[in-house]
């Protein structure tokens, strides 16, 4: 959300801010700090809605008094909004679904490949839209891999936020606790062993669901073509970079990627092979406010944050000026 106001104010732009209804609060604070600031009102205005969200939207979209949209979201939420906001030929922007993929090749740190892999996958319990979501490991190493990231997983403590030594918390609501249950079961029925978790949390709450590893993880599960959007995380197994780019780009999207590795030739044609709008190289955290931020194919354009940011929220005006060949006054 701060990605979106600070280079709208920057620019010169006033924002109508439709916060989650999911979340609201969050939302509410930002206002409030906005007050504190000294921003005049009517510079930043926040719009709180669950039930009527749809026509919210439209509102907003449809309205010849806004210039421009900026949307995070659902692929499916953001076709919606680009298509109400075409008859009046808004500019937009659009960062939607992700599917990241997370190589791991045999030359790489496997400690570190570890940790950024725990970064990437379970940060949030996995409710963002650039976690990790398919974790692909060399053949060589898939083993030693499995083991050392299943012992990091079962360390994890789930509860309340405010529970001593909770390391991980509920999801958003009940529909993404089924969907990581539908993962799951769709997993083992194909063929995945489940090595730590996979199962709800009924006794700490109904949004509660363990943190989970699979191995075995095939190209016909589920959550190989879906961003699960939650704590699980599957290991694929592969053997070189040709079969894995591929894997990891059959999807129609691209946010982010994750990939580690030794050797600086590989990290580059790896690097330039992979579509997403952005790299994490032997890391699993990208996000940085002086860094360009959005994807590509159906994750949608446009970017948030660094130089490139304030663009989205500009456009370019050219002025000509004639007669101006006149000579020097009083020469």
């Not at 590989?266 to 990208?286: D, F, K, Y």
Request: net charge neutral.
């Amino acid at each position: 959300m701060t990605r979106k106001i600070g280079p709208a104010l920057a620019a010169g732009c006033t924002v109508v801010v439709k916060s989650p209804g999911e979340t609201p609060f969050t939302s509410l604070a930002l206002g409030e700090l906005a007050h504190r600031a000294g921003i005049p009102k009517g510079v930043v205005n926040f719009v709180t809605a669950m039930k009527n969200t749809a026509e919210v939207g439209e509102a907003l979209t449809t309205s010849p008094t806004v210039r421009k949209i900026s949307f995070t979201g659902s692929t499916p939420v953001g076709a919606l909004l680009m298509k109400q906001a075409s008859p009046t030929l808004k500019k937009v922007s659009f960062e939607l679904g992700g599917n990241a993929p997370f190589i791991v090749f045999d030359d790489a740190d496997l400690d570190a490949a570890v940790g950024g892999a725990i970064s990437s996958k379970f940060r949030s319990s996995g409710q963002t839209c650039v976690c990790a979501n398919r974790i692909y490991v060399q053949k060589g190493i898939y083993r030693d891999f499995a083991e050392k990231f299943s012992e990091k997983v079962r360390n994890f403590r789930v509860g309340s936020g405010f529970g001593e030594g909770v390391t991980h918390g509920p999801l958003i609501h009940d529909r993404a606790v089924s969907k990581v249950e539908q993962h799951v079961n769709d997993a083992k029925e194909k063929g995945g062993k489940v090595t730590v978790g996979g199962q709800r949390l009924p006794d700490l709450g109904n949004n509660y669901f363990q943190p989970t590893v699979i191995t075995g993880m095939n190209s016909k599960m589920q959550l190989a073509s879906e961003e699960t959007f939650g704590p699980v995380a599957g290991l694929f197994e592969f053997e070189t970079e040709a079969e894995v780019v591929a894997q990891a780009n059959a999807t129609d999207v691209g946010l982010s990627g994750y990939f580690f590795s030794k050797d600086i030739q590989r990290i580059w044609r790896v690097a330039e092979a992979l579509e997403v709008g952005m790299v994490g190289v032997n890391t699993g955290l990208i996000s940085d406010p002086a860094a360009p931020f959005g994807g590509v194919k159906k994750s949608g354009f446009g970017r948030e944050g660094s130089m490139y940011g304030i663009e989205e929220y500009q456009t370019t005006k050219m002025i000509t000026l004639g007669g101006m060949g006149e000579p020097l006054q009083g020469a």
